[in-house]
C-alpha cells in the first residue's frame, strides 16, 4: 500500500534509478513504480484481493488528499539511496492511521514497522548496490540537487507477480 507520483515525477524517478542501474550496477529499484510505501509488503491469498481492495477503498474515501515534497536524497547506509520525503504531519498521520486500519480491520501486522520510526522514502538504489558502489555512489548524490511536489490523490496497492510490484489498483482520496 503506498502513494505513487504523478506521470511526470514518476517517469524522472524511474531515470534516476536506470542511471544507478547503468552506472552502479543497481536495478533492484525498479522493479517496482516509485512509490512511497505506507504499509510494508505482507502476504495475501489472491482469492481475496477484491475484500482486500474494498477494504481500501472505504479507508481511502475517508481519507484527504496529501500534499507531497520530495527534497534531495537520503540513505540507509551501506545499501540503499533514496530520494528524501518530508515527513509532513498529513503524510504521519494517513501512515499510521492505514497501519492501525489494516490491523484492526484486515488482521495485517508488521511487527518490524512497529519497532522502528516511519521513513517515507523513494527508492533509487536498492540493496543489491555493493557497498563499495554505495560508497561511490553516496559521494555523487549526498549533496545533489532535487525538489518536487505534488498532492497525493489516490491510494495505490501494489501487488507482486512473482518477479515485480505492479500497480493493482488505485483508491482515490478526498480532495
Known amino acids: 500500500m503506498a502513494l505513487v507520483p504523478p506521470l511526470d515525477i514518476e517517469q524522472q524517478i524511474t531515470e534516476i534509478q536506470l542511471y544507478f542501474a547503468e ?4 536495478s533492484r529499484a525498479l522493479h517496482s513504480p516509485p512509490h ?4 510494508p509488503p505482507f502476504e495475501w491469498p489472491a482469492a481475496d484481493v477484491p475484500k482486500l481492495e474494498e477494504s481500501l477503498k472505504v479507508f481511502a474515501a475517508k481519507r484527504l488528499s496529501i500534499p507531497i515534497t520530495l527534497s534531495g536524497f537520503a540513505a540507509f547506509d551501506p545499501r ?14 494517513m501512515q499510521q492511521d ?23 522514502h523513494m527508492t533509487v538504489a536498492f540493496r543489491d548496490l555493493t557497498q563499495e558502489n554505495f560508497q561511490t555512489a553516496w559521494l555523487e548524490f549526498k549533496d545533489r540537487s ?12 501494489l501487488l507482486h507477480d512473482g518477479s515485480r510490484w505492479n500497480i493493482s489498483k488505485h483508491f482515490p482520496l478526498l480532495t
Open 80 to 93: 540503499v539511496i533514496y530520494v528524501d520525503v518530508v515527513k509532513s504531519p498529513a503524510l504521519l498521520e
Open 146 to 157: 532535487l525538489h518536487f511536489q505534488f498532492t497525493a490523490s489516490t491510494l495505490t496497492l
Open 36 to 39: 512511497i510505501t505506507l504499509q
Open 23 to 26: 552506472c552502479y550496477n543497481s
Open 98 to 120: 492505514l497501519m492501525s486500519y489494516a490491523e484492526t480491520n484486515l488482521g495485517i501486522v508488521d511487527r518490524l514497522s512497529q519497532t522502528r520510526p516511519f521513513v517515507p
